[in-house]
C-alpha cells in the first residue's frame, strides 16, 4: 500500500505563486515517474507535467515556461511549482505515483486563482 499526499495549495491572485509537495510513503518499491494532474469543477482530470527517474520533465502545453517539476528521490518528494498563474489554473491537483508494481494517485490539494 502506498500512501501519497499533496500539499501546498491555496488562494492567489493571478500573476502569483504556488509551490505544492507530494510525498509517497509505504509500499512504494521503485518509482519510475510522478506528476501533477489538475481537475477544474466539471471538467475531466487534465495531465500537467510528468518526472520520470531519470530526471526528464515534461509539461501540458497550457503551463509550459510558468510551471517547473522537480523532485528529490531520495524523500520520494515531487514539487510542482507554479509562477504567473492565470484563474484558468484555479482545480484541485493531484499527485500520480507510478511505481514498479502500481500507480497510486493522492486526493488532492485544492489551487484556486482569483482576484
Known amino acids: 500500500q502506498v500512501q501519497v499526499v499533496e500539499s501546498g495549495g491555496g488562494l492567489v491572485q493571478p500573476g502569483g505563486s504556488l509551490r505544492l509537495s507530494c510525498v509517497a510513503s509505504?509500499?512504494?518499491?521503485?518509482?519510475?515517474?510522478m506528476g501533477w494532474y489538475r481537475q477544474a469543477p466539471e471538467k475531466q482530470r487534465e495531465w500537467v507535467a510528468t518526472?520520470?527517474?531519470?530526471?526528464?520533465?515534461t509539461y501540458t502545453n497550457s503551463v509550459k515556461g510558468r510551471f517547473t517539476i522537480s523532485r528529490n528521490s531520495a524523500q520520494n518528494t515531487v514539487y510542482l511549482q507554479m509562477n504567473s498563474l492565470k484563474p484558468e489554473d484555479t482545480a484541485v491537483y493531484y499527485c500520480?505515483?507510478?511505481?514498479?508494481?502500481?500507480?497510486?494517485w493522492g486526493q488532492g490539494t485544492q489551487v484556486t486563482v482569483s482576484s
Open positions: 518526472i520520470t527517474e531519470d530526471e526528464s520533465t
Open positions: 500520480k505515483v507510478v511505481s514498479s508494481v502500481r500507480s497510486s
Open positions: 509505504g509500499s512504494i518499491f521503485r518509482i519510475r515517474a
